[in-house]
């Protein structure tokens, strides 16, 4: 954290007046570096794939309408439509539930490609006001407009104008989030969608901190989150008894980072180059299978597939992820590293089946397979060439296993 560094920075001049006084800024205080001058947006799209599906058919408006990664019988649902939310149906949850729980509604795939589109649309707006934008999916984009192209100094004025460029060019609604960091500005966009224009402003913080959820805070997922309610932590006014050294101690660097949150300080950066860690495409198969061959199979067409999503990025990576589900959910994944950046779909394919050579597959069944590139170069070109020979060359071959429930 900053207020580390600093202190160590200090450390470097020991003996000096001017050190002594560092370290004294910086060690009790963290609030000493809360930057409340920064004007941060975040835009949200509205059911984002359901809305586009009703936008293109007239006849689904006001229907609930559930998107999912695939009809089949394993299908997840990717989002549902407003309509269909009423029914308790939303992202991740299996079709067959979904479909249970709203025999009604209309069930269709998932159109990436369409998405995709309509997302660079948008993005094109956001870079007509500020060149700082972080998009964190297709349908979500930090913007730092403390200073802007068209010197608006309103960030909710800009906000607002930004959601109505945004309808007018794609008949489609965006919520959005107005503060002085990315974690108020995100969680504002949240707070009345659909259609939402939030601002949270600094006296407001201590209130909201106070009352928010502990699950809510930026980087407590699941794991951290039960940890929590185990020590009888469940809101931000728990949080905030604990000590910046107990939590550090307890969580590590994202403690640090929990204590800075529910005092409203977020240092990180909007960083429009702030490349993937990863990309990557799973399927789960219709039926667990022994059979290699059905595996290979299912690896060609992954390999192509991320092929294709790393050049849309623009993106060569070297780092090979093979993961498989066996049919007790048990997750495994085997790693190669290359010693040239790619974006090939036939080296992926080479190194995923040298990969599978290290797996239980063929013995135990197999539920999912799933192919994953990382370590990316944002250019080829910045990466001498190593060799002549294309041939592959690993580096690390590292094993991760985890059980999934
Ligand atoms: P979200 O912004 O999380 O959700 P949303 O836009 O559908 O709805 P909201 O109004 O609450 O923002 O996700 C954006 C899109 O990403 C979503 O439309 C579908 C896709 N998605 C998945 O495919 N799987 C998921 O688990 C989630 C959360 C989203
Ligand atoms: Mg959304
Ligand atoms: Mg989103």
């Known amino acids: 954290m900053k207020k580390t560094d600093s ?34 947006i975040v ?30 019988s394993r299908g997840v649902v990717s989002t549902a439509s407003y309509e269909a939310r009423k029914f308790g149906v939303h992202s991740a949850m299996p079709l067959w539930k979904a479909r249970q729980l709203c025999p009604e509604g209309i069930f269709l795939e998932v159109r990436i490609d369409v998405y995709k589109i309509i997302s660079s649309q948008i993005k094109n707006i956001y870079l007509e006001y500020t060149d ?9 984009a930090y913007l730092d407009v403390t200073v802007n192209k068209k010197g608006i100094s309103s960030a909710i004025d800009l906000a607002g104008e930004i959601q109505s460029r945004i309808f007018f060019e794609t008949k489609l609604t965006a919520s959005a989030g107005v503060s002085f960091n990315m974690f108020l500005a995100k969680l504002a966009s949240g707070m009345h969608k659909p259609s939402g224009l939030t601002e949270i402003t600094k006296d407001q913080v201590d209130s909201l901190m106070d009352n928010l959820p502990i699950g809510e805070f930026y980087g407590v997922g699941e794991v951290t989150e039960s940890k929590f309610r185990n020590m009888g932590v469940e809101t931000g006014a728990d949080l905030k008894k604990l000590s910046f050294d107990d939590l550090s101690r307890l969580f590590g660097k994202p403690g640090r980072s929990f204590y800075n949150l529910v005092r409203g300080i977020d240092e990180r950066v909007v960083d429009p180059n702030k490349l993937r860690k990863s990309i990557g495409k799973e399927i789960t198969l219709q039926a667990d299978t022994e059979n290699v061959e059905e ?30 589900k066996y049919g007790n959910f048990s997750s495994i994944t085997r790693q190669q590293a290359l010693k040239e950046f790619t974006d090939d779909a036939v080296i992926f394919f080479n190194t995923a089946v040298g990969l599978l050579k290290k797996t239980r597959a063929g013995e135990w069944p197999v539920r999912l397979v799933g192919i994953a590139v990382s370590g990316f170069a944002p250019l080829p070109e910045s990466e001498p060439a190593v060799s002549e020979s294309p041939s592959l060359s690993a580096t690390t071959n590292m094993e991760v296993a985890q059980i999934t429930a």
Not at 27 to 37: G, I, L, N, S
Not at 51 to 64: F, H, I, M, T
């Open 132 to 140: 700082l934008v972080e998009p964190v999916a297709l349908d979500e």
């Open 7 to 40: 202190m160590n920075g200090g450390v470097e001049f020991a003996g000096s007046t001017k050190t002594e006084n560092k370290i004294e800024l910086a060690a009790p205080t963290v609030e000493t570096f809360v930057t409340t001058d920064r004007k941060i």
């Open 43 to 72: 835009v949200d799209m509205d059911a984002y794939f359901a809305s586009v599906e009703q936008r293109d058919n007239p006849d689904l408006k006001g229907k609930p309408v559930i998107v999912c990664e695939s009809l089949g």
């Open 295 to 324: 595996i290979l199979d299912n690896l060609a067409t992954l390999s192509t597939d991320v092929e294709k999503l790393l050049q849309v990025e623009g993106l060569y990576g070297r780092t090979i992820t093979l993961k498989l």
